[in-house]
């Protein structure tokens, strides 16, 4: 548990409003990253075999995902910058590039799932799936006590 709570700290450290003057450097991101792969190897709790198959479609499969985080911590740094003084115009230019990036993500992982399924059984997906799910919703739980809605 008290990985878990590390990761989701220092996941938090990535995307919150404290953080938009200083970004994660490379080496903290390269952390962070490492540290959920192993609670996900853990999870999974995989063979030697299965685990060198499924480590290159993972690791394929989590660039991508921090490509769409990171436009994720571009959206909310600008509504940041522009929240005290934030127009309907820019409300709604933010409000279609957070559903962008949302429908990206999504068809991310739709488009993953061919992928994880040659190299896991469809029960191991859905568990890697919800672990997943699970660390992402910790993540927003988090960010929602930090960002505040909209004035």
Same mark, same amino acid.
């Not at 198959?53 to 509504?79: D, G, H, R, T």
């Given at each position: 548990?008290?990985?878990? #709570?590390?990761?989701?700290?220092?996941? #938090?450290?990535?995307? @919150?409003?404290?953080?938009?003057?200083?970004?994660?450097?490379?080496?903290?991101? !390269?952390?962070?990253?490492?540290? &959920?792969?192993?609670?996900?190897? &853990?999870?999974?709790?995989?063979?030697?075999?299965?685990?060198? !198959?499924?480590?290159?479609?993972?690791?394929?499969?989590?660039?991508?995902?921090? &490509?769409?985080? @990171?436009?994720?911590?571009?959206?909310?740094?600008?509504?940041?910058?522009?929240?005290?003084?934030?127009?309907?115009?820019?409300?709604?230019?933010?409000? !279609?590039?957070?559903?962008?990036?949302?429908? #990206?993500?999504?068809?991310?992982?739709?488009?993953?799932?061919?992928?994880?399924?040659?190299?896991?059984?469809?029960?191991?997906?859905?568990?890697?799936?919800?672990?997943?799910?699970?660390?992402?919703?910790?993540?927003?739980?988090?960010?929602?006590? #930090?960002?505040?809605?909209?004035?």
């Amino acid at each position: 548990m008290k990985k878990f #709570i590390g990761f989701i700290s220092l996941l #938090i450290a990535l995307t @919150s409003p404290s953080s938009f003057a200083a970004q994660p450097n490379q080496m903290e991101v !390269e952390q962070l990253m490492q540290k &959920k792969k192993q609670l996900v190897l &853990k999870g999974l709790n995989l063979s030697a075999e299965e685990r060198a !198959e499924f480590l290159p479609v993972y690791n394929a499969y989590q660039k991508e995902l921090l &490509k769409s985080n @990171s436009q994720l911590v571009l959206i909310i740094n600008e509504f940041a910058k522009k929240y005290d003084a934030l127009t309907n115009v820019k409300a709604k230019e933010l409000l !279609e590039k957070w559903l962008n990036q949302q429908q #990206i993500e999504l068809n991310l992982k739709k488009n993953y799932v061919p992928k994880f399924e040659k190299v896991m059984s469809k029960k191991e997906l859905m568990r890697y799936y919800q672990m997943e799910n699970k660390l992402k919703t910790a993540a927003n739980a988090q960010m929602i006590q #930090i960002i505040p809605l909209a004035k």
